[in-house]
T-cell receptor, first 113, second 114 residues
């Protein structure tokens, strides 16, 4: 069964320092993987997606994620955090032949001035 | 194109009342999804439409829940005899036929049952 695990419920970084949000997935099939961001009282905005093409995926707002099949990971990174990055981030996966997205529980990112 | 629109943004209702939410997807998207997000959790799949056909329903969608998408355009999600456990954010998303596109989500309807 498809499952997605976000390893940290809360990450706190200083402005200008790197961001790392961790996501592991389990699936019997090569999945499609996504990162979404949710600001308070807002819907989910797609940051980036992996769909069996390049393993290093570039998204919006300077975010990147690398698909590592051997580690079943899809961690989200950004070289330098901005105050506006403070939000909740969700990793999601979709197995082959499925239309459902399975979401992790989310990681709340705090950015300290 | 203003994206996926959901109405209302907030709904407070008394336990036992019926509520209905509306979702207007991106006009060229033929797939529409409903998800529910409770506090501190990621969204959970409820149901999915391709055009007007409801193709998949989660076991989370009890018989008090019904969703429709007449004419394959907007969709409604109705909850009958609301319970406090129904309090959540209800998110709608839409996508194109090509499943490799990520969904576009609306801003959600926050339901509070008192």
């Amino acid at each position: 069964a498809q499952s997605v695990t976000q390893l940290d419920s809360h990450v706190s970084v200083s402005e200008g320092t790197p961001v790392l949000l961790r996501c592991n997935y389990s699936s019997s099939y090569s999945p499609s993987l996504f990162w979404y961001v949710q600001h308070p009282n807002k819907g989910l905005q797609l940051l980036l997606k992996y769909t069996s093409a390049a393993t290093l995926v570039k998204g919006i707002n300077g975010f990147e994620a690398e698909f590592k099949k051997s580690e079943t990971s899809f961690h989200l990174t950004k070289p330098s955090a901005h105050m506006s990055d403070a939000a909740e981030y969700f990793c999601a996966g979709r197995g082959a032949g499925s239309y459902q997205l399975t979401f992790g529980k989310g990681t709340k990112l705090s950015v300290i001035p | 194109d203003t994206g996926v629109s959901q109405d209302p943004r907030h709904k407070i209702t008394k336990r036992g009342q019926n509520v209905t939410f509306r979702c207007d997807p991106i006009s060229e998207h033929n797939r529409l999804y409903w998800y529910r997000q409770t506090l501190g959790q990621g969204p959970e799949f409820l149901t999915y439409f391709q055009n007007e056909a409801q193709l998949e329903k989660s076991r989370l969608l009890s018989d008090r829940f019904s969703a429709e998408r007449p004419k394959g355009s907007f969709s409604t999600l109705e909850i009958q005899r609301t319970e406090q456990g129904d309090s959540a954010m209800y998110l709608c998303a839409s996508s194109l036929v090509d499943r490799d596109y990520g969904y576009t989500f609306g801003s959600g309807t926050r339901l509070t049952v008192v």
